[in-house]
């Protein structure tokens, strides 16, 4: 089999021999190149990383490619190719990832450090001292996230964490078998990011990227987790509202009779069902999303392997502690609008079973009592044919009788050699008119169907 009609083979087609080759799945390709999209960058030990995700849109989305796209060319290195979701080039002695996701997008400009001197404080200086290359970069979004990481030797000076982190949301933990120390208080400092330390004690390059990646995903993605609890909190007033009004129509469907009642309720019911379905259609995406940010979170705290320090809590122990009560009040929410839209859907079942029924009576007695009328209408035709039988039975006896009486008085009779007198002939002739008369009656009444 040729790899496709012009003999040339395509990406992810597997070449057997010179000239021959199997042909790809159109997505082999797209597969393939996945599992290596976001490489860990190797970091050499100091080092200072800034991180930012900036929430898009539709159209920021393109912006933000365009933004780029600019700002490598005019730094003179290679832009993004078109439909890239991440990029990596370098810009001297910095270097600048960028990432594209469903709702997101990330720049981490990794920036050079020195050692800290004694009596010195890390973070210094101020991460807005060193930002001054996302100047370069148009916002294409609300920020949502900022980091600032600082990578250092472990050494046995004090570092002051307390002149540096809040000790009272601050957490502690060695990581990576003990090669490493990380600390964070999770509050955004007076520049506005959010300050971690991690102090090397053996990592190497390639251990040091992993690790700064993961800490900086797990900052990122617990961040976009709890994105999900103002819009629950919003949410939660609607629901209780729908679900106290839900149960005052379940106590007045015992004490309604009447259809119009029935009517009334319902519509309010289907009112309310669909109120709560557009928050539900409207939330789906965001509780959804804050599960799934939850998870990728839960997963990097147990590929870096926390082990707790005496006195602090460790990454796993502060956020579960903080993070887990809002994303059980998420999933609370999302629980109840669905047995609420579920409570709505049986209710208005019922009532439509209860209006259909009373429907139902009301075409039954519809029905019976146009059976009725069309007996009254039956018997008043009876009693119109025999007297339409009458009326024309006598006008027949009539024409009779004065054609008898002026063949009489003409003396046609005499000529025909008849003498019937005209009065014993009509009287005569009065029980066949009436039986032919009623035979024709009879006649065009089956023809119409009715075999009375």
């Known amino acids: 089999m040729m790899a496709g009609e012009n003999g040339q083979r395509g990406e992810g087609d597997l070449l057997i021999g010179e000239e021959r080759a199997l042909r790809a ?101 101020n991460a807005s001292t060193l930002a001054g290359p996302f100047a370069e970069v148009m916002q294409p979004g609300p920020l949502l996230v900022a980091v600032d990481l600082h990578l250092l030797p472990d050494t046995s000076e004090d570092f002051m964490l307390d002149r540096v982190f809040d000790p009272a949301s601050l957490a502690r933990a060695d990581v990576n078998d003990g090669l490493a120390e990380i600390a964070t208080d999770f509050r955004a400092d007076p520049s506005g990011y959010v300050r971690v330390l991690v102090r090397d004690r053996g990592l190497s390059s390639e251990s040091a990227g992993a690790l700064v990646q993961r800490l900086l995903e797990i900052e990122t993605y617990r961040t976009l987790a709890l994105l999900g609890l103002p819009e629950a909190q919003r949410l939660a007033p609607a629901i209780a509202r729908i679900e106290a009004r839900l149960n005052e129509a379940a106590a007045a469907m015992t004490r309604t009779a009447g259809l119009s009642d029935n009517h009334r309720l319902l519509d309010e019911l289907v009112a309310l069902a669909a109120e709560l379905e557009a928050d539900s259609a409207g939330s789906l995406f965001r509780f959804g999303a804050s599960r799934a940010y939850m998870e990728i979170v839960e997963l990097r705290l147990a590929t870096i392997r926390e082990v707790p320090l005496p006195g602090w809590p460790t990454w796993q122990q502060f956020l579960n502690r903080r993070i887990a009560p809002a994303m059980r009040t998420c999933i609370s929410v999302e629980e109840r609008q669905d047995k609420i839209a579920r409570k709505l859907a049986n209710a208005a079942d019922l009532l439509r079973t209860r209006v259909n029924v009373e429907l139902e009576q009301q075409n039954r007695d519809l029905l019976t009592s146009m059976n009725e009328r069309t007996r009254m209408q039956l018997r008043l035709q009876r009693t119109v044919e025999g007297l339409s039988v009458a009326a024309i039975s006598y006008y027949v006896v009539s024409l009779i009788h004065y054609l008898l009486k002026g063949m ?41 169907g009715d075999e009375e």
């Open 25 to 125: 799945h159109p997505l082999r390709a797209a597969v393939l190149r996945e599992l290596h999209a976001r490489p860990f960058v190797s970091i050499e030990t100091p080092r200072r990383v800034l991180h930012v995700a900036f929430l898009l849109d539709g159209a920021g989305a393109q912006k933000d490619r365009e933004a780029l796209t600019r700002l490598c060319q005019a730094r003179g290195v290679p832009a993004p190719a078109a439909g890239a979701r991440h990029h990596y080039v370098a810009f001297g002695g910095a270097s600048l990832r960028w990432e594209s996701h469903a709702e997101f997008c990330t720049y981490t400009w990794d920036l050079p450090s020195t050692p800290l001197l004694p009596g010195t404080l890390p973070f210094q200086p």
């Open 408 to 448: 009489y008085e003409a003396g046609v009779q005499h000529k025909l050699g008849l003498h019937l007198d005209a009065g014993l002939a009509s009287a005569a002739l009065v029980p066949v008119v009436v039986l032919a008369v009623w035979g024709v009656v009879r006649h065009i009444r089956n023809a119409h």
